[in-house]
């Protein structure tokens, strides 16, 4: 079964917004065992997605397209599908009720004629209501090739996608079984890994496919497999994985497809009844909003300032002035007197810190840019890191937080 | 001139990284007067890379690609272009000293038989200088259509792109000039924006494109023009530009392609000569992450506190505990005493303090998932907002951001 994802909208082809949708909808028809082979994003024209359409009608056995089925004039989507099905549009009682009663409910402003006519559907489709929003989602078949278009809105298409789509492709569809497990490392280089790892890697199985996925001090590394036996398919990948992990150990922190480094992290803290606080200079904030992203995260995360002003490192969290004017306020005893000051304002078990110059400019210290000092604050002690981390502001930023999350990972897992 | 982007990888296709190189691409193009009509991504599979490469070919000038240049058996790209061009590899002298050079300066390990061959390429590229990393980039034609392959390593391709493949295009190609104005707008909805300019757009001369992108509280207006004669498309812009803003004065903020909204209120801090600080409870440090994301914000961002811990808005930032129990912890009455606290504390001039229950569970109040308040302090007074945001927690907290961005925004601009 082959199955593509076309995305409508001049946004994506002018780099106004990153194509997220694509993302989501491939991992999610992943799961229920549908490979993507293709995405293509192609602009609001109606010749260009035509063209578009074809070719995947050509070519695939399912298409999925979001975008262009919104209230407003670029929204071309639904006068293009008429013409490539030779259809007409016509309103759909059910989709006009639920409109109806939206603005009833939530939008209390007078309904406009732009919002009727997200009622009007080509007559030969199955209308896919979406709960979230006024633009119905689409089903659609020609010469054997099923057509599904959903709004481009990421929180509606998903929502759609789970409650409407996905049931219906298990149904239409055989799917065989797709296994990806992805091993998070942290601290050392790609090509590092590939050689540690050369001889098992030469003798994987050729129905398990490995890929190396690089990004600031993280690399992971993918196996997939795919079959209609699924004990098969996880039994092998099983065994590859138990004999890889002791090759890798010091760097393996987990597999991404049951938690992130900071899940991990947390549930961690759970388990040890032990609690967290940061405090962040260079990161500005990002260590936090990554824990928080999380639901759960009140169980094990206090909280964090934010000491982005040197007058802060003193005045909030209680960090000696001289030890600032001795050392500078990027230094290794400035982290370390940072974590251990949140870490009793806070009253929390671990503590994070983060110090560091991301550029472009110096700032309150002579520190060269890239220069981050790190530290934990445990129950027993405090100690920092030095790290050198090249010269772009986010590149900087982002490789702190990944180097922060590996150090309080190892600290915590240590007994 | 017709141009497009193909991606290489199956990390892509499965659903698991976002594709943020296209957009970059699109992006950088589309300032030197290239548009893009096609982004398509591929596994990494030689006979579909080769089926991508001739199709582009028969249908642009020009084609860039990403992704598939590394050391690891998993990289194709350099032997699929191999094929593609009826070529062979060769040694690139110039990389190899490069690479040697990075080993030595910086990476200081051994040398691995996987980096010495980066230094391969195809014998008719004509090799772009990766200065950030080992693969270089290559510049090849076939039958008229210029190919540009660069690293997937989005760092790696943007340095080979502004540094290596944009002066080279201007050069190679006589090039438009295409202009986009993106008005930001915050607070009201997009059916509402367009039925009130419905006129205005009408009447708009078919030169000027627009797109409505709507996206959690705020909705940003495109206008996109291109032609040779590049003061006419200026100036019919900025015409259509002047009749579209008084329309939507209330909600209009700025243009995204001079700054974001969280740099628009930076400027206007600096230029008035204040500080901020905020207080965040279920924006968990977003909105420091968001102000910390630009260079300069040291100048009026003191920093936070991220008071996840109920227990920390006491002790902390100072609420009083009877508020705490009088009106439960995500009310007006903690909101408020919140944006004080931190105004206090980091003796800043505004403040702004979230706290609301984004979900799933409902936590240290009683309030409804999808309750939000919002504080901003001045120096004269505090007020503020209750919001009902929905039920999904992601959603929730970035809705919270964008509605804290408003509120500051249109309280520093008042005067």
Chains 1, 2 share one sequence.
Not at 87 to 109: G, R, T
Not at 240 to 264: A, H, K
Not at 372 to 378: D, N, Q, S
């Amino acid at each position: 079964m082959k199955a593509e994802i076309i995305t409508i909208g001049d946004e994506i082809l002018i780099g106004q917004i990153v194509d997220t949708n694509s993302t989501f909808i491939a991992k999610a028809l992943n799961k229920i065992g549908i490979s993507i082979h293709q995405i293509t994003s192609v602009q609001d024209e109606k010749s260009h997605i035509l063209d578009a359409l074809n070719r995947a009608q050509a070519n695939s056995d399912l298409v999925l397209l979001t975008g262009g089925l919104g209230p407003t004039k670029d929204d071309i989507t639904k006068t293009t599908f008429v013409e490539f099905f030779q259809d007409q549009l016509v309103s759909d009682s059910a989709v006009l009720a639920h409109i109806k009663d939206i603005w009833k409910k939530y939008i209390k402003q007078p309904l406009l004629q732009v919002n009727l006519d997200q009622a009007l559907v080509p007559s030969k489709a199955t209308v896919l209501m979406n709960a979230s929003g006024t633009a119905p989602g689409m089903w659609m078949e020609k010469e054997g090739t099923v057509f599904i278009a959903l709004p481009g809105v990421p929180f509606e298409m998903k929502a759609l996608l789970q409650n409407e789509v996905l049931p219906r492709l298990s149904e239409a569809f055989e799917l065989p079984f797709i296994l990806h497990k992805t091993l998070l490392t942290y601290g050392v280089g790609e090509s590092i890994i590939a050689d540690r790892i050369s001889d098992w890697e030469t003798n994987l199985p050729s129905t398990i496919k490995l890929a190396y996925l690089p990004n600031l001090g993280r690399v992971r590394l993918r196996l997939s497999s795919k079959g209609f036996d699924k004990e098969l398919v996880e039994k092998s990948m099983a065994e590859e994985i138990q004999t890889l992990i002791p090759q890798i150990s010091d760097v393996f922190v987990g597999f991404e497809e049951d938690n992130s480094i900071e899940q991990i992290i947390g549930n961690q803290l759970v388990n040890i009844d032990k609690t967290l606080a940061v405090a962040e200079s260079c990161t500005g904030g990002k260590i936090a909003a990554q824990f928080t992203n999380h639901p759960g995260a009140s169980k094990y995360f206090k909280g964090g300032v934010v000491a982005y002003d040197t007058q802060i490192k003193t005045a909030v969290l209680g960090v000696d002035k001289t030890l600032i004017d001795n050392h500078s306020v990027v230094s290794l005893e400035v982290a370390k007197a940072m974590a251990s000051g949140v870490q009793k304002l806070f009253n929390s078990d671990y503590a994070i810190a983060t110090t560091g110059n991301a550029g472009p400019s110096k700032g309150d210290s002579d520190a060269e840019i890239g220069t981050v000092y790190i530290a934990i604050a445990t129950p027993n002690q405090v100690y920092a890191q030095e790290y050198t981390l090249g010269n772009q502001r986010h590149r900087i930023m982002i490789k702190t937080l990944n180097m922060a999350l590996t150090l309080i990972q190892k600290e915590i897992f240590k007994n």
